[in-house]
Nanobody
Framework: QVQLVESGGGLVQPGGSLRLSCTAS????????MGWSRQAPGKQRELVAS???????NYADFVKGRFTISRDNAKNTVYLQMNSLKPEDTAVYYC???????????????WGQGTQVTVSS
């Protein structure tokens, strides 16, 4: 009942930048935390960054100083600006969001379909 659609992935050279976007739609009464996780081949999914509805942020140590998460509450959209990309950042990046549904006021935890980020020369 809540859909997340990501965009912005692609192929970039080491040291380059990409900006991911994720927009939530559907039966949204409240949109609380939004975030990005990633999963590389053969590895477990790991949290990259998250942002609360009030704007407080949390980053994994391996992206601090390189990635910036932000959100536009009016657009139900979260962004991930990725700078100084490294080959080890190659992964499928997933957006997620939690909050409450408009129709039932029950909580939800939604995930996007993922967008591929490949860092290679």
């Amino acid at each position: 009942q809540v859909q997340l659609v990501e965009s912005g992935g692609g192929l970039v050279q080491p040291g380059g930048s990409l900006r991911l976007s994720c927009t939530a739609s559907g039966s949204i009464f409240m949109l609380n935390a939004m975030g990005w996780s990633r999963q590389a081949p053969g590895k477990q999914r790991e949290l990259v960054a998250s942002i609360a509805s009030g704007g407080s942020t949390n980053y994994a140590d391996f992206v601090k100083g390189r990635f910036t998460i932000s959100r536009d509450n009016a657009k139900n959209t979260v962004y991930l600006q990725m700078n100084s990309l490294k080959p080890e950042d190659t992964a499928v990046y997933y957006c997620n969001a939690d909050g409450y549904l408009k129709t039932t006021l029950l909580p939800y935890d939604a995930w996007g379909q993922g967008t591929q980020v490949t860092v290679s020369s």
